[in-house]
């Protein structure tokens, strides 16, 4: 193929509508961290958007990307992962070029490589079709069920992973790969835009003085975002076709390998191989990562114990609402109680569902990350409108609010849990308890602050049929008012991710660019970080439009032009 036909097929306007939809789905749906002012302006102003996209894929020179910034989530109650968040309109660039190779290079792609593969099920429900890949948790389910297939005729596992993967990627390893799987040259256009995309500057606060720094990203890709996920499997392509062409019995997900052999020596020479490939590529395996277990037994048991740890970041699946029934209590019920009101009289039924037993007596018994899980599971099986004991449930609130502290891998889990029972369908005493420990979770310092970024998400994150929660909140004068005090005082972390969520917060109350600027200038440090300046200017755009409030996900597909079928090569 030439490189005419790659150039046409990023500029066709079919392209950019898909990625469009690419992009706002994740970003809402699967990313650890969604600005939505960015979605709510581009939502807004698509047009343009689309006119600035295609000057830049006419003219590559003009391209140069926005300033990204990096956030911090936690592995654990030590160690944290830096992510970075790629704009809005690079995000849209980015899917793209990945939507495009993805149409011309999954299939060649080995049967066991189980992330980020095209999604090609177009009989499936219209949501599903606002996805590129097929949905990450059944492709790792699949990456499970082929090793316990494997284990009735092997008695050896070797598990690996590649240290620091996504960021020891080297740009000009990437961007051969990609050369050479297209057949194009490395000074085309089409190519040297890539290039660009792979290069930004990215801001952020220093953990150490709060001071806020730049960088620019001369290595690897980032992790933030599920366009990158593809460009991964193009970056170990070789690898994986030298080990299937040696008739290594292996699969691949994302970074972590595993080889089925019937004896150690076996696996230890497949683990060689792997190594000579990786290190061509400027990657080699994690040392400590990599173990070689034997007996049938304990490669299930292995297998097994990864079910969950693969996808241990996974969001619960939260709740829907009907439209109808939210649109009524929006007029005829009294939102939510005061924090301070009167005590709360207790509820003739309560929650007592056999099939949710309360499996800890005391918060000492919730003793690891897996019990923490699981009690976060539970809590999250009791369905909208269950009728709640008080005081059973402030003790489990209590629980919640510690383990936010004690076990912070979890943070999506409790996060969404934190503003779960704020719905409507709960009672208002179940209401006031939540907001008890939403208030005491945004004062505690002890607190990892992407937890109290991701409780802001759930705030003010659009859900079809019904007003956000931080706007039912803020329908009671004192609410509102202790809601815009507690989103003032997290405005002074130095956390731009949080930051971002704040502002947004401040402008789904008040809907006025003149008091958002004013709540910036006067809780900001100097200078002001530039992805917080674009998001004021959005904003300011926004209420001179008269923007409508931003519509959920399901809506925004709903009104795009996304068609069902692959691309249409012509």
């Not at 057949?183 to 660009?196: A, E, G, P």
């Not at 891998?409 to 934190?418: E, T």
């Not at 802001?456 to 994150?461: A, D, P, S, T």
Request: net charge neutral; charged share 25%.
């Amino acid at each position: 193929m030439s490189k005419e036909f790659w150039i046409g097929q990023i500029r066709k306007r079919e392209v950019f509508e898909k990625a469009y939809v690419y992009a706002i789905s994740y970003r809402i749906t699967h990313d650890s961290y969604c600005n939505f002012i960015e979605i709510d302006y581009y939502r807004q102003n698509k047009e343009k958007l689309f006119q600035e996209i295609e000057l830049v894929l006419e003219n590559p020179n003009l391209y140069e990307a926005e300033t990204a910034f990096s956030f911090y989530l936690p592995k654990s109650n030590m160690f944290l992962r830096r992510m970075i968040h790629t704009p809005f309109k690079d995000l849209v660039i980015k899917f793209i070029f990945v939507s495009v190779l993805a149409e011309l290079l999954d299939f060649t792609f080995i049967k066991h490589c189980f992330s980020y593969r095209l999604n090609r099920n177009t009989e499936k429900e219209k949501k599903s079709k606002g996805y590129l890949y097929k949905y990450y948790y059944e492709g790792f389910q699949d990456f499970i069920a082929w090793q316990l297939a494997q284990v009735e005729k092997n008695t050896c596992i070797l598990k690996t992973d590649i240290s620091s993967f996504y960021d020891s990627i080297s740009h000009e390893y990437l961007l051969l790969a990609i050369s050479k799987q297209i057949n194009i040259r490395r000074d085309t256009d089409f190519m040297l835009l890539f290039d660009k995309t792979l290069k930004f500057k990215i801001c952020y606060y220093s953990i150490v003085d709060g001071k806020l720094n730049e960088t620019h990203n001369s290595q690897g890709i980032p992790i933030g975002n599920e366009a990158e996920g593809f460009l991964a499997n193009i970056f170990l392509k070789e690898a994986d076709e030298a080990l299937f062409n040696l008739g290594i019995n292996f699969g691949r997900y994302v970074d972590d390998y595993r080889i089925f052999t019937n004896n150690k020596n076996d696996a230890v020479k497949a683990s060689i191989v792997l190594q000579e490939f990786l290190l061509k590529i400027g990657v080699n395996l994690n040392a400590s990562k990599t173990k070689i277990i034997e007996a049938q037994e304990k490669i299930i048991e292995f297998i097994e114990d990864s079910k969950d740890s693969g996808v241990s970041a996974m969001p619960f699946q939260e709740d829907r609402y009907e439209q109808s029934k939210q649109e009524n209590k929006l007029d005829k019920t009294v939102l939510i109680k005061e924090i301070d009101s009167a005590k709360a009289s207790r509820q003739n039924e309560v929650f007592n569902d056999s099939k949710q037993k309360i499996l800890f007596e005391n918060l000492e018994d919730i003793n690891d990350e897996d019990k923490a899980k699981q009690f976060c599971k539970f809590l999250n099986e009791i369905s909208l409108g269950t009728k709640l004991e008080p005081q059973i449930f402030t003790k489990h609130m209590e629980w919640l609010y510690q383990l936010s502290k004690i076990y912070p891998k979890h943070w999506k889990l409790y996060s969404w849990l934190f503003v779960k029972f704020l719905s409507l369908d709960y009672s208002n005493d179940i209401q006031m308890i939540s907001l008890k420990y939403l208030f005491l979770l945004f004062n505690d310092e002890l607190v990892n602050t992407f937890i109290k970024t991701r409780v802001i998400h759930h705030l003010v994150k659009p859900r079809k049929g019904a007003l956000t929660y931080i706007e039912r909140i803020s329908k009671r004068k004192v609410l509102k008012e202790r809601i815009i005090e507690h989103i003032t005082q997290l405005m002074t972390i130095s956390c731009i991710a949080l930051q971002l969520n704040c502002i947004y917060a401040y402008y789904l109350i008040l809907k006025d660019h003149k008091n958002v600027e004013d709540f910036v200038s006067n809780n900001l440090k100097r200078p002001i970080p530039e992805p917080i300046q674009y998001a004021v200017y959005h904003i300011r755009s926004l209420c001179y439009q008269g923007s409508p409030k931003l519509v959920s996900f399901e809506e925004i597909l709903e009104e795009s032009e996304i068609e069902s079928d692959g691309f249409i090569f012509h």
